[in-house]
């Protein structure tokens, strides 16, 4: 008798829910284990670019990262009127318009997990 392999990960933040996905589906059986009692919100942008773009399309997730896409044309820096004073262009740090995502972190999580929540087994609020 062939027996299931269990995996335990901690943190469900991105990495972890994303190892879950790959490991469930290779015949895994995968708990997650997360100290929050909840998926942490806020956070940072992410930024998908080059491999990252094809593991989301087999993830079958591509389109709703993009549809969370910030839409990111570079960043302004205004005074406390609101005027600006100064630019830095998308491509001057490094994203290419159109190839790059950039996502919030919370935005992200959330879609890994809604993804992974009927495959593994989550514990939140333990260590």
């Known amino acids: 008798m ?3 392999l269990r995996v335990l990960i901690s943190g469900a933040s991105i990495a972890g829910p994303a190892l879950a996905y790959w490991l469930h589906r290779y015949g895994f059986d995968v708990t997650i284990i997360e100290r929050t009692p909840a998926l942490r919100s806020g956070g940072y942008g992410v930024d998908i670019r080059g491999a ?4 989301l399309k087999k993830m079958g997730i ?3 990262v993009c549809a969370a896409d910030t839409r990111m044309t570079g960043v302004y820096f205004v005074n406390r009127k609101g005027k600006s004073q100064g630019q830095i262009s998308e491509a001057s740090m490094g994203n290419q318009q159109g190839l ?3 996502i919030m972190r919370d935005d992200l999580s959330n879609i890994l997990y809604d993804l992974t ?5 989550y514990i939140w609020g333990d260590s």
Do not use: G, L
Request: avoid cysteine; proline fraction near 0%; aromatic fraction near 6%.
């Open 100 to 102: 790059d995502i950039e």
């Open 52 to 55: 990252a773009v094809t593991v």
């Open 62 to 64: 591509f389109d709703q």
């Open 2 to 4: 062939k027996q299931t």
């Open 117 to 121: 929540k009927d495959k593994v087994k």
